[in-house]
């Protein structure tokens, strides 16, 4: 398998190469579009120049050819019959046709930079050959010839050919080598987070990385930092989940197991029979609470999308729930006051919803002391169902609410036990306001009381 450091190498190679060849390719183009005309036209006036100077001058003609062709042109002079002469560099292909010397001898000027053929991998400029030169009629000694010239390219730019070339070599070189230095500062990180991708596997969340980072790496880096710490806690959550539960399944079970066998022994009195066995019937009460609650809970993780979701009334519904708390009101003096408009609905599943209201006043009637108030109140904002109950308890600490919604939480872990509650109800009102993609929150102060604050879309939820 290829590390990604390797692929990255790869991919820059071959960058580098179709990246040279696409601007060769672009620089061949705009030769044969723009810049070949323009050397034709520089070219004729050179050849011009060259064939005034030495007609006027035939006596020096000859080394003046050669003086011209030292400064870095390659010419050939013709008779079109057996004189031929050649001053400078050699041409590397001597393909210039009859037809083109005879029309030269007849006085008309030979275009052949700008009548050089256009080739996909070839820069004319630099192809060193007799056909892509610019021929021009010469008469000396009251004979006519054919003169043909073209720029020697190793003699005029030589040098700086092998200095541009050094150039590239050395900047794509080191181009690629910086690259690849840049590419561990990218492939670094990436590494440390596939090593932390197996640590978390082996069930290690508690990483290190690196945060110092403001791009997108250093981002992924930091929300996979949240995430292990997400999935720590989601651990630490089941195994207590599983020790609580246990504890909740082994606590009642022993109570059953030890009064049952009291229940045998022959000395019993009827007294402790029936006290025995109303312990045992509230024990199993307890489990069976339990067990309801447990399965409403996984029922509420895997179904979603199964809600019934409709608008109604809030208020009814409320006042139904009141009235079936009203003995446990009436025997600890409480009063509730349920301030909601007679016309205001919520939107969602109504029996869920019901169980949400049902959890939280019979939490408050069981907690909060004797002869205190609770009141529900009710409100719309900014396309959200504002709804509020608050007590006049005790109120909660900062610690207790920060874990208030942790399933089998408990408080006061003895007051919980002597109401039979298991620590879950909180949890289930919780997940059924997040199945209505709505909040809950808690606001409480040592001495002053309870406020539960929760918001409902209005309208159902995609």
């Not at 980072?213 to 995430?227: H, K, P, S, V």
């Not at 199964?306 to 009334?313: C, E, I, T």
């Not at 809950?440 to 918001?455: D, L, M, P, Q």
Request: aromatic content about 10%.
């Amino acid at each position: 398998m290829k590390s990604l450091y390797s692929r990255v190498f790869w991919i820059t190679v071959a960058t580098v190469i179709v990246s040279s060849l696409l601007g060769f390719l672009l620089s061949n183009i705009y030769y044969h579009v723009k810049l070949k005309p323009f050397n034709d036209e520089k070219l004729v006036k050179v050849a011009g120049s060259i064939q005034t100077f030495a007609e006027q001058h035939q006596n020096v003609a000859e080394p003046y050819l050669k003086s011209v062709a030292d400064s870095g042109y390659e010419i050939f002079m013709t008779d079109g019959l057996r004189h031929e002469q050649y001053y400078g560099g050699a041409f590397r292909e001597r393909d210039l046709t009859a037809e083109a010397i005879q029309q030269v001898l007849k006085g008309t000027i030979y275009h052949g930079v700008g009548q050089f053929p256009n080739k996909l991998f070839v820069t004319g400029f630099f192809d060193n050959r007799l056909s892509n030169t610019i021929g021009v009629p010469l008469m000396l000694e009251g004979k006519a010839y054919a003169l043909f010239i073209r720029p020697d390219v190793l003699l005029q730019f030589g040098e700086l050919r092998i200095f541009f070339a050094l150039i590239l070599g050395f900047a794509v070189l080191f181009s690629i080598l910086f690259f690849l230095l840049s590419t561990r500062y990218l492939v670094k990180p990436i590494t440390k987070l596939t090593e932390a991708t197996k640590r978390i596997a082996q069930g290690q969340y508690n990483l290190a990385l690196p945060g110092r980072r403001r791009d997108e790496i250093g981002q992924l880096a930091a929300n996979f930092t949240i995430m292990s710490k997400d999935l720590e806690r989601v651990e630490q959550s089941r195994q207590e989940f599983v020790s609580n539960v246990s504890h909740e399944i082994q606590s009642p079970l022993t109570s059953i197991q030890g009064f049952a066998q009291a229940l045998n022994r022959p000395e019993i009195t009827p007294d402790e029979y029936s006290h025995y066995a109303s312990i045992i019937t509230e024990e199993a009460r307890h489990l069976s609470l339990l067990s309801k609650q447990l399965l409403q809970l996984s029922s509420l993780d895997q179904a979603a999308h199964q809600l019934v979701m409709k608008s109604f009334k809030l208020r009814p519904q409320l006042r139904q729930i009141v009235q079936a708390l009203e003995w446990q009101l009436s025997e600890k003096s409480l009063s509730i006051t349920i301030e909601i408009p007679e016309d205001m609905c919520v939107c969602g599943d109504e029996v869920l919803l019901s169980q949400v209201w049902t959890n939280l006043l019979s939490n408050a009637v069981k907690y909060i002391p004797e002869g205190r108030s609770i009141r529900i109140n009710g409100s719309e904002a900014e396309r959200m169902s504002i709804i509020e109950v608050a007590d006049t308890g005790e109120g909660i600490d900062e610690e207790q609410q920060k874990r208030l919604f942790d399933r089998f939480y408990k408080g006061d872990a003895s007051r919980e036990r002597a109401s039979g509650s298991a620590g879950l109800g909180l949890s289930i009102v919780k997940k059924i306001i997040q199945l209505h993609e709505g909040t809950i929150e808690v606001k409480s102060r040592v001495g002053y009381g309870t406020t539960f604050i929760i918001k409902l879309p209005m309208l159902k939820p995609n």
